[in-house]
């Protein structure tokens, strides 16, 4: 399983990026999804999580009320809608596909990583 991740870019402060993430297998249509973010000198966090069903959602305090986890099964895609964007939202932006169809915060329950999106956020 490969996962694309694109959206990312420069934007200022109060903007908006969408992030997408396709898989190139329908077989994750059964796995949970995450989203991580990595910034300079920083270990990698997480950011949001949705269940295989997308009936379970889960953020990050930093992002609650700003991001918004979602997933197309038909079209083997996840986004990440983000708005409300902060200089510190600054990073590179993974997903992952969980090994079980319920995701975790932790990033060892993840079996399969994206390349990775930069976003940038200027003040």
């Known amino acids: 399983v490969q996962l694309q991740a694109s959206g990312g870019g420069l934007v200022q402060a109060g903007g908006s990026l969408r992030l997408s993430c396709a898989a190139s297998?329908?077989?994750?249509?059964?796995?949970?999804m995450g989203w991580f973010r990595q910034a300079p000198g920083k270990e990698r966090e997480f950011i949001a999580n949705?269940?295989?069903?997308?009936?379970?959602?889960n953020y990050a305090d930093s992002v609650k009320g700003r991001f918004t986890i979602s997933r197309d099964n038909s079209k083997s895609t996840v986004y990440l809608q983000m708005n409300a964007l902060k200089p510190e939202d600054t990073a590179i932006y993974y997903c992952?596909?969980?090994?079980?169809?319920?995701?975790?915060?932790?990033?060892?329950?993840?079996?399969?990583w994206g390349q990775g999106t930069q976003v940038t956020v200027s003040s």
């Open positions: 992952a596909a969980a090994r079980s169809s319920y995701p975790s915060t932790d990033t060892r329950m993840y079996q399969y």
């Open positions: 949705i269940a295989w069903n997308g009936a379970n959602r």
């Open positions: 297998k329908r077989t994750t249509t059964n796995n949970g």
